[in-house]
Structure formats: C-alpha cells, structure tokens
C-alpha cells in the first residue's frame, strides 16, 4: 500500500512568489492550519522542498476519522 503524507501549511504566503503560491494550491492549502494527506511521490517530494519554509510534514493522518482529541 502507498505511503501517506500529512501536509499542514504553517506560515503565511504573504512575500512568497507565484510558483510558491501556486505549488500550495496544488497541495490543497493556501491557508495557515489547513492540511491535506496525499500520497508520497517523488513529484510531492519536489513540490514540499519548494515551499518547506511554509509547511509541515507528518506521516499519514494524525487521527482516526470518527474520533475525538
């Protein structure tokens, strides 16, 4: 099975150039607290090292669906 990957943005966008912006959205942020889980690639890795001044990775969900923190 594929590994995944928890994204979490951190910081803001604000002064970060367009592709910076842009790699974000393609990652499912854009803003501060949001996060996404996708699958580790190769191409995410590229996509991370970009903007990971921004971000924080974890490894796959944080929590299971339906429980409570």
Known sequence: MA???EI???RSISGSNRSQ???LRSLKL???GKSSTMTDTPQLRGMLRA???LVVVGDGPTHA???HS
């Open 65 to 67: 669906k339906g429980t």
């Open 21 to 23: 912006r842009e790699t």
């Open 51 to 53: 903007v990971d001044h």
């Open 3 to 5: 590994e995944l990957v």
């Open 30 to 32: 854009g803003r501060i």
């Open 8 to 10: 979490r943005q951190v």
